[in-house]
């Protein structure tokens, strides 16, 4: 059998699993997605190059008489012998499995008529697309990444509605693209990023989690688009954009962080803390000043994400100079119907900030800090007695590893104690008297 013979079958093959992933049985499709990936293994550029042609005609609701006529041409069946646009999909893709044409095989797929898939269809074919990408990312073509990354923005864009069951996968191909293809993912992202236009926010979104895939890929792009994302946090009032916003910073934030941790492997050992402090120290104004007392809990946790990292970041002097005032905005969250967890966490983060630097700027509120640290303490106790754990209370006594939330939180406190240990000589007498 030569290569035409076999890029026809597997073509065929192709074909018939991404049209049954239409199935309305989950089952179905998760069996479907399956073979795909499992066909992926010998042709991965194949089948992603094909699942990109498929969704791309699919919302083609005629058939195009013309073109079935010139295949049946070069098939040797005249005109006059076949009514080809009487033809139905399947007798067509019967007839293309004769072939051994690739002319002839894109031929009818531009001639075949498709129909509007649905979203789980949708779904179901970029979580494969996603999933090829990440086991076989090295055996994929570089016509076929770049196809990709176009086709990815446009699957994300396409609507500006939230729509997650098709836009995260979307951007999930780009992430996987971007471990190995950083630039190209980037390129195509920043023609979405124009200053005074607010981006899509799957732009963004794709951007942070690109950021946390590929440390030593992103940080060259940070800076720019920082430049022109900054101008417009000012004024966005969606909730759902300052989440977005938010959680791109804080993962531009964390890769920043772990470049310069990781300077002697970096591409660019050049690069200093100094590079950034700009843009963080306009960014970390908006958050802490405006965004962290959003009335929505999601909006408030995202923000607390991004300050952590953020913090650290800033120049010395500014560090001193926001002490003061973030630790008490931090501690008056604990008061409010939300997660502690999030709090406790860039609390965290802030005191390991402090305490490399100028310490004596968390000394007035060391009271209070200590207070509330043991008041959650004392809470988390009061909870393990009301479910019958007898255990006698302290802040070593071991966590509810059935509730998770509790469990990453009570951790964080014992790391916020450990901190507040630096300032032992004026917190221990202070507790002794």
Request: net charge neutral.
């Amino acid at each position: 059998m030569d290569s035409q013979s076999k890029d026809a079958q597997v073509f065929m093959v192709v074909l018939k699993l991404i049209e049954a992933a239409a199935d309305k049985e989950e089952t179905v499709r998760k069996a479907v997605m399956t073979s795909l990936r499992k066909l992926s293994k010998k042709h991965p550029s194949e089948v992603l190059r094909h699942a990109v042609d498929y969704r791309k005609r699919n919302a083609k609701t005629s058939a195009r008489p013309q073109l079935f006529t010139k295949l049946f041409v070069l098939l040797g069946a005249g005109p006059h012998t076949t009514k080809a646009h009487n033809l139905d999909k399947h007798q067509l893709q019967d007839t293309l499995f004769l072939s051994r044409s690739t002319t002839k095989q894109s031929l009818l797929m531009t001639a075949c008529v498709y129909v509007q898939i649905s979203v789980h269809h949708q779904a179901a074919l970029l979580h494969t697309m996603e999933h090829i990408c990440l086991d076989h990312l090295s055996e994929v073509d570089g016509d076929v990444v770049l196809l990709l990354v176009q086709f990815s923005i446009d699957e994300m864009t396409r609507s500006p509605d939230y729509l997650p069951v098709v836009q995260m996968p979307a951007s999930g191909i780009l992430v996987a693209l971007g471990k190995a293809h950083c630039n190209e993912v980037m390129e195509g992202l920043l023609k979405h990023l124009q200053p005074g236009v607010v981006p899509h926010y799957s732009i963004l979104h794709t951007m942070g989690s690109l950021a946390a895939a590929n440390v030593f890929g992103i940080v060259p792009f940070v800076k720019a688009t920082l430049g022109t994302l900054l101008p417009m946090m000012g004024g966005l009032r969606s909730d759902a954009l300052r989440q977005v916003f938010s959680y791109t910073l804080g993962k531009f934030s964390e890769a920043v962080a772990d470049y310069l941790v990781n300077i002697d492997h970096a591409p660019d050992p050049t690069v200093k803390l100094g590079a950034f402090s700009t843009e963080m120290g306009i960014a970390y104004d908006v958050l802490a000043s405006s965004w962290l007392h959003s009335r929505d809990p999601k909006v408030c946790e995202t923000v607390l994400g991004a300050l952590g990292p953020m913090f650290a970041l800033l120049p010395a002097d500014k560090v001193a100079e926001q002490v003061p005032r973030l630790v008490p905005a931090l501690l008056a969250l604990y008061r409010r119907n939300m997660d502690p967890h999030p709090v406790t966490q860039c609390l965290a983060a802030v005191l390991l900030v402090v305490i490399s630097g100028t310490k004596t700027s968390l000394e007035p509120h060391l009271d209070n800090l200590l207070n509330v640290m043991f008041d959650l303490v004392r809470e988390y106790v009061r909870q393990l007695l009301v479910e019958g754990e007898r255990k006698p209370p302290g802040v070593c006594t071991s966590p509810d590893y059935a509730q998770p939330l509790t469990v990453k939180n009570h951790y964080e406190v014992l790391r916020c104690f450990d901190r507040i240990g630096w300032y032992s000589d004026i917190t221990a007498p202070a507790s002794m008297s």
